[in-house]
């Protein structure tokens, strides 16, 4: 019996260390070449981040705060720019608001509905007419690097630096836009089955399903029952994955 409690002791004590840690990074090469100036402070972050427990090297970060010292995002050069947060086990599965801001409040995204953060699938209104930024915090640490004020990487591609990009398998999606029903085609070396799976611009899988498949090139039919917004379809094929970005609009 002592040993048993020695061991949940000993659990209890891991789990209370346990964390997991997310790289958000912005490319500002766009905002600058709108016609923005880059602050004197550079790029921040405003969120609750202190009502998940976070930090940043181990200090505390508070709420709301892009002037705090803790707020503070590292310069990468060629216009991007980082901060690592850690989250507590506890924090895991919490929905987590934030956004990126250019020196301090007044220059920050999401200042109207019709800003691209709230159109793209990414973004929320808090109710004042300002959109911030959501993500469930994970339960492995991420990474992920965003246009500013967008959903996407400047050039497009998802802002999940894990998805992978091989297009050995030729997949093609369409129509793309959708309403929902698309046809997925690809080749495959030999008959067998292709994995399906539809992610959200976070990498956080919404839909998945596996469909038997012959030599050669095979169409399939799918409906993409999700909420409106940008996603990316993984065929996954004799080991060779292949991802095409979709707009969904019903």
């Known amino acids: 019996m002592k ?56 200090a505390a970060m508070v709420n709301w705060s892009p002037s705090d010292a803790n707020s503070g995002m590292t310069d990468e050069g060629n216009n991007i ?24 409040w007044g220059t920050n995204e999401g200042t109207s509905a019709s800003t691209t953060i709230a159109t793209g699938g990414c973004g929320v209104d808090d109710g004042a007419g300002n959109i911030n930024r959501t993500i469930t915090v ?3 640490n991420a990474a992920f690097l965003f246009c500013f004020d967008a959903c996407l990487q400047c050039d497009g591609t998802s ?13 093609t999606v369409s129509p793309n836009p959708t309403t929902g029903a698309v046809s997925l085609e690809f080749s495959a070396r030999a008959a067998g ?7 959200n611009i976070l990498g956080q899988s919404v839909m998945s399903f596996e469909r038997a498949v012959e030599a050669g090139v095979n169409t399939l039919n799918a409906d993409l029952n999700v909420a409106n917004g940008t996603y990316f379809v ?3 094929v004799d080991g060779a994955k292949s991802v095409k970005r979709v707009v969904v609009n019903h």
């Open 234 to 236: 993984e065929v996954t």
């Open 3 to 58: 040993k048993t409690l020695t061991l949940a002791a000993a659990l209890v004590a891991s789990a209370a260390f346990a964390q997991v840690s997310v790289t958000y990074k912005v490319d500002i090469t766009d905002y600058l070449g709108a016609g923005a100036t880059l602050g004197a402070n550079g790029m921040r972050v405003g969120g609750n981040f202190a009502d998940q427990g976070a930090t940043k090297g181990g």
């Open 81 to 104: 720019w980082s901060i690592t947060v850690d989250y507590p086990a506890t924090a895991v599965g919490a929905l987590h608001y934030y956004k990126f801001v250019n020196n301090d």
């Open 138 to 140: 994970p339960s492995a």
């Open 193 to 199: 089955f292709a994995g399906i799976n539809v992610v």
């Open 159 to 171: 802002p999940n630096l894990s998805i992978e990009k091989n297009e050995t398998v030729a997949l």
